[in-house]
């Protein structure tokens, strides 16, 4: 009879410590926030996570990309505390949270990107109109000297249909139509980024934090519109015609060490951190 007194507790034990755990406790009694979900945002996530977790001992944060799409789904199943996405939710998924889990999103914008399209250096193309660059993304242009450039055929590079850029590309630049069918995708805008740069006829798209070593293209919101180059300035006034938020996503109200954070990617010192990656600070 003792001894199985002493499992029941045992285990009434086991089941209160799974207990604190998931509501925020780690192994070691540390405060624990779980981040999933935009390719893009990963290097971002990632950094903010470092500088906050050295700022606050005491503090695990996991980040993990997969896709905006990804880490949405993990919302909506429980299975993340934040959703980086580099696109807005839709209603549909808005509306599944609410089903499923009894609360309603809460969005908050954490930073500006310019989505930047991308060249090699030695690419002479300098600048697309959206249309033209439409055109190209879905196959009705396929030689660079169409645009410009050498009598050679363009490679196109993208992203995988569960990136939130690879949905806000296809909606602001293609007009919701589909890519061509030789566009290849790639797992995370690093990857786009690396394939165009060893690339001297690729092109791809992506955030513009990963611009380096390659070129990023003025884009023209109509043929007979300035060229405009993804920068701070251009982003926060509009000017630039693909710039955009990216955000974090909870269900209902963050609390805890998620509501801490977010607080913080928000302040002066997160938004610090949003410029030394590459990205632009929200407006003031």
């Not at 033209?132 to 993304?137: I, P």
């Not at 450039?149 to 249909?161: F, P, S, V």
């Not at 069918?181 to 513009?208: H, P, R």
Request: aromatic share 8%.
């Amino acid at each position: 009879m003792k001894r199985r007194v002493a499992i029941v507790c045992g285990l009434l034990f086991l089941t209160a410590c799974t207990r604190k755990a998931d509501q925020g406790q780690g192994a070691a009694g540390k405060q624990s926030v779980t981040i999933k979900g935009s390719d893009t945002m990963v290097l971002l996530g990632q950094r903010w996570a470092e500088t906050y977790m050295k700022e606050h001992p005491g503090t695990s944060i996991q980040v993990t990309g997969g896709g905006s799409g990804t880490g949405i789904a993990a919302l909506i199943n429980g299975s993340t505390e934040l959703a980086n996405a580099s696109r807005p939710m839709k209603d549909k998924e808005k509306a599944e949270v609410k089903t499923k889990r009894g609360v309603d999103i809460v969005e908050t914008k954490v930073a500006l990107d310019a989505l930047a399209v991308y060249v090699a250096e030695a690419n002479p193309v300098k600048e697309l109109d959206l249309e033209t660059l439409a055109k190209v993304y879905r196959g009705e242009l396929t030689n660079w000297k169409d645009l410009g450039g050498a009598d050679h055929k363009i490679t196109l590079y993208g992203r995988e249909n569960n990136s939130g850029t690879y949905a806000y590309f296809k909606e602001h630049v293609l007009s919701d139509k589909d890519f061509a069918a030789q566009v290849q995708t790639l797992a995370g805008t690093s990857a786009v980024a690396n394939a165009v740069k060893g690339d001297e006829f690729g092109i791809g798209y992506g955030g513009i934090a990963y611009a380096a070593g390659i070129r990023a293209l003025k884009i023209k919101k109509t043929k007979d519109g300035p060229a405009v180059e993804p920068n701070l300035a251009t982003a926060k006034d509009g000017s630039y015609p693909i710039s955009r938020f990216l955000y974090v996503y909870s269900a209902g109200e963050p609390k805890g060490l998620a509501k801490d954070l977010l607080t913080w990617i928000v302040s002066d010192a997160g938004q610090k951190v949003v410029s030394d990656v590459g990205y632009f600070p929200l407006p003031k």
